[in-house]
């Protein structure tokens, strides 16, 4: 701080001693005007060049972005049937069937009684996405050598998009091990503490779906990171067809479109069960990679406000505020055709029970 100050004080010296030259006046009135300017009266100084210490990142220009998700990691979600036409004061209304017909086999009894199919209407209201309003100031937006307000817009619609395809994501893993949602253990090496997924285990995910007879089309599989990995590291027991070496990416599994994304929902391995979205992750649980056949789930946008409230209006503070306000929704239509493999805890060896192993 001290060297900034210094360097400071040294410019708006010669830059005064250069102006009094100009005009006709001793260089040393010049310096001894800079000096005082910048010791007595430092509001006076251009903000971000002869002040001390303030706004930094006016020398580079550079910022640093948060990391996110690759556009190419949520392509599941381009997959889903976008029902977003049909988005009204953002709710939807779907049919809700009564059932189905019961049919007669070698029927010898006259009239037939008569069998009502009662459907309903099913209205489901979008979730409401908002942030935080995020001050900018005018003295912000005068020194900061990058565009703030840009910034700061791409910010909350950037946050925004990753927390709802986090949370579609969520709501399209199953719940709870059952027999038309079934949650899979892993059973490779243990790693960790947890257990690897191994290629037998996407093949029992297949199997599950098959006996559910879910159609081969639109089947896909959503890897977390740790499962990725696990393949990865064991891509030399795997055909070269399930690796592309160009792109890094899983190819195509049993049937399944493979995706990796790394916000996948958390399961607690011993119960088989979802755990909340956003919940403290506890020991037993991890991350799952997630299945489901697209035909099967919707996704729906809704409306979006923006609200930005200019520095004018503000003559206090001096400064703009800006949030936005988003619905969007995805989910299954039925709660069918839907499963996760989740890895299962690896045991705890004691180590007495392992050096009389070794000892043995």
């Not at 040393?28 to 800079?34: K, R, S, Y």
């Not at 889903?80 to 009894?109: E, M, R, W």
């Not at 997924?197 to 995910?205: E, G, Q, S, V, Y």
Request: aromatic residues 10%; hydrophobic residues 40%.
């Amino acid at each position: 701080m001290k060297g900034k100050i210094f360097v400071n004080l040294l410019f708006n010296m010669v830059v005064a001693m250069l102006i009094c030259t100009f005009c006709g006046f001793s260089p040393a009135l010049g310096a001894g005007v800079g000096f005082g300017a910048s010791v007595l009266l430092p509001s006076l100084a251009p903000e971000g060049v002869l002040r001390a210490g303030v706004f930094r990142e006016v020398w580079t220009g550079e910022t640093i972005k948060a990391f996110r998700n690759s556009i190419e990691s949520i392509g599941w979600l381009a997959k889903l049937l976008n029902k977003s036409q049909y988005v009204d004061k953002d709710a939807i209304h779907f049919v809700d069937l009564g059932g189905d017909p019961d049919v007669l086999v070698n029927n010898t009894s006259y009239p037939i009684a008569v069998q009502e199919l009662e459907d309903g209407d099913k209205v489901v209201s979008l979730d409401k996405y908002q942030t935080k309003p995020t001050p900018i100031t005018d003295d912000e937006l005068h020194a900061s050598s990058y565009d703030k307000m840009a910034s700061v817009i791409e910010r909350h619609r950037d946050k925004v998009d990753e927390t709802k395809i986090a949370r579609a994501l969520h709501a399209l893993a199953p719940s709870a091990n059952k027999a038309a949602t079934p949650v899979l253990l892993t059973s490779g090496e243990a790693s960790d503490g947890r257990k690897k997924i191994t290629r037998a285990d996407i093949i029992a995910l297949k199997k599950s779906f098959d006996k559910a007879k879910v159609p081969v089309a639109g089947r896909i599989l959503v890897l977390c990171p740790d499962h990725v990995n696990d393949l990865l590291e064991s891509d030399n027991r795997f055909a070269n067809q399930y690796y592309n070496y160009t792109s890094g990416k899983i190819a195509n599994l049993y049937g399944f479109e493979v995706y990796e994304y790394a916000d996948c929902p958390y399961f607690n391995a011993a119960g088989k069960t979802k755990k909340a979205y956003g919940a403290a992750v506890a020991d037993g649980d991890f991350q799952a990679s997630v299945a489901f056949y697209a035909p099967n789930c919707i996704r729906m946008e809704g409306s979006t406000t923006v609200y930005l409230s200019e520095a004018k209006s503000d003559p206090q503070n001096q400064r703009s505020l800006y949030s936005i306000k988003h619905y969007f929704m995805a989910l299954p239509l039925k709660e069918r055709a839907m499963a996760a493999i989740v890895s299962a805890k690896a045991a705890t060896v004691a180590p007495e029970a392992s050096e009389q192993g070794g000892n043995a």
